[in-house]
């Protein structure tokens, strides 16, 4: 990894009423799967700048979801679902887990791969390309 030309930005959890509309709905339809008692730990919605641009954008990690009914209905063997909105945009990842790091001044979203490195994603015209 580029340790020495990365700087890894720090994701901050958000209170939900900070929330945008497009967050709230993600995280009412995890609600909304669960048929017991459906709680979302503080880190469940983060804001890191993903795109760059200085402004915040959201995270939201399905893996900080629990339903009481369903122990793996929100992970499985895959990762677990991580939502992006960026200007009002929404897209999706499956993730074992995820971080993001900032190289001369471009903002990447890294996960682990199966081949045991990472994989970055760019934000680019509206949608995630792999770098």
């Known amino acids: 990894m580029r340790t020495a030309l990365a700087l890894i930005l720090l994701a901050t959890p958000a209170l939900a009423e900070d929330w945008p509309p497009e967050v709230a709905a993600i995280v009412e339809e995890a609600s909304a799967s669960c048929e017991g008692d459906f709680t979302a730990a ?11 641009d200085g402004t915040p954008d959201w995270v939201i ?8 009914t369903a122990a793996s209905l929100y992970c499985g063997t895959q990762g677990c679902g991580v939502d992006t909105v960026i200007d009002g945009i929404r897209a999706s990842f499956t993730l074992h887990d995820w971080a993001t790091e900032t190289e001369n001044g471009t903002t990447y979203l890294t996960a682990p791969n199966d ?7 760019r934000w680019s015209n509206g949608e995630w390309q792999i770098q």
């Open 42 to 52: 503080p880190e469940a919605v983060t804001q890191a700048d993903l795109n760059g």
């Open 61 to 68: 990690d399905s893996g900080a979801f629990q339903c009481s």
């Open 115 to 121: 081949q045991g490195g990472t994989t970055r994603f």
